[in-house]
Nanobody, 120 residues
Framework: QVQLVESGGGLVQPGGSLRLSCAAS????????MGWYRQAPGKQRELVAAIASYGSTKYADSVKGRFTISRDNAKKTVYLQMDSLKPEDTAVYYC??????????????WGQGTQVTVSS
């Protein structure tokens, strides 16, 4: 059974930080790209950050310099460190596994999502 389980979401004040985690099970991980998407109310789902199996990373322009994606292949876990959070970062964040090693490959498995709310 394939599972991608996100954790670490919550309510944080503007300027604060959160660290999201996504643990994978029942699916290959080491040789696959991983990504974090988000979807805000009334908006389309967008790619926030992705990391290739070989470690190369990609970020949306809106989060560059504030968010950091990383992975631990031994733990089959991908992380998203989010700093200097803004109200516009409020969304449901989803973890996704790429079908191949690069983030240009389609993402084929998804987590259930974790809510991030940035508000004072």
């Amino acid at each position: 059974q394939v599972q991608l389980v996100e954790s670490g979401g919550g309510l944080v004040q503007p300027g604060g930080s959160l660290r999201l985690s996504c643990a994978a099970s029942g699916v290959s991980f080491r040789y696959n790209a991983m990504g974090w998407y988000r979807q805000a109310p009334g908006k389309q789902r967008e790619l926030v950050a992705a990391i290739a199996s070989y470690g190369s990373t990609k970020y949306a322009d809106s989060v560059k310099g504030r968010f950091t994606i990383s992975r631990d292949n031994a733990k089959k876990t991908v992380y998203l460190q989010m700093d200097s959070l803004k109200p516009e970062d409020t969304a449901v964040y989803y973890c996704a596994r790429g079908r191949g090693s690069s983030w240009t490959d389609p993402f084929d498995y998804w987590g259930q999502g974790t809510q991030v709310t940035v508000s004072s």
